[in-house]
């Protein structure tokens, strides 16, 4: 019996950037440290545009590879490695959907037990990290800490050990997809405002209200760069 004839897949444009830029930082021999072109010029070298490179250079961020800072540029974290990081982009990319799964069956359910348990010292440590997060944004970041610490905090005002340990499981996981999300275009200003409607359905002590808020919010950092690209 003749072998079946499969589809030809072709690389997406993300991964070809992310090769080139891999092979950038090889030819160059660079080191930990080091820091690459600026993007306007790296896009105008590889022919692409500005978005197609930042979704590329998030890609490799989310690997540990570089490391993208506000006003200081992409910096080296750690050389690449053959071409490890295509397939943990990949690998990535295919487990996104399943992690966003996973946060919209705690996370809703952490906000609901949050505006039901919650102390005023748990509050406090809720408006804290939006404060945080508010920060950040103001001074052109991402927001990433603030966001990071406003989840440990709705979930430690959850009182649900066991919850708490799920999520404390795939924390690298959601640090991936935290990444990805807030690099979004207007998505840190979007984000603390959902943050600030599900903290306030905490403090009214809301649970249905808190759930729906979370799971919105959930929603919306399910809607990233890369699904897209994956998806065409």
Do not use: F, N, W
């Given at each position: 019996m003749a072998e079946q004839i499969r589809p030809v897949t072709?690389?997406?444009?993300?991964?070809?950037?992310?090769?080139?830029?891999?092979?950038?930082?090889?030819d160059r021999d660079m080191k930990p440290g080091d820091r690459l072109p600026p993007e306007r010029e790296l896009a105008g070298h590889l022919g692409v545009s500005r978005a197609s490179l930042s979704q590329a250079l998030v890609a490799l961020e989310v690997q540990g590879i570089l490391a993208v800072r506000h006003g200081d540029g992409a910096v080296l974290v750690r050389r690449p490695v053959g071409d490890m990081a295509i397939r943990a982009l990949r690998e990535h990319a295919d487990r996104?959907?399943?992690?966003?799964?996973?946060?919209?069956?705690?996370?809703?359910?952490?906000?609901?037990?949050?505006?039901?348990?919650r102390s005023d010292a748990e509050m406090a440590a809720i408006d804290h990290a939006l404060s945080v997060m508010a920060s950040e944004i103001t001074d052109g970041n991402r927001g990433d800490s603030g966001d990071e610490l406003f989840h440990h905090a709705?979930?430690?005002?959850?009182?649900?050990?066991?919850?708490?340990?799920?999520?404390?499981?795939?924390?690298?996981?959601?640090?991936?997809?935290?990444?990805?999300?807030l690099s979004q275009s207007n998505r840190p200003q979007t984000s603390l405002e959902h943050h600030r409607r599900i903290a306030e359905a905490v403090r009214q002590q809301d649970p249905a209200e808190a759930g729906?808020?979370?799971?919105?919010?959930?929603?919306?950092?399910?809607?990233?760069?890369?699904?897209?690209s994956a998806d065409s």
């Open positions: 072709r690389p997406r444009l993300y991964e070809v950037i992310v090769e080139q830029l891999c092979k950038h930082i090889a996104l959907p399943e992690v966003i799964e996973a946060r919209e069956a705690l996370e809703v359910k952490l906000a609901e037990l949050a505006a039901a348990r709705i979930t430690e005002a959850a009182h649900s050990p066991l919850l708490a340990r799920l999520m404390g499981e795939i924390a690298g996981l959601i640090r991936e997809t935290r990444i990805e999300s729906r808020a979370m799971a919105e919010h959930i929603r919306l950092v399910s809607d990233v760069a890369l699904l897209r």
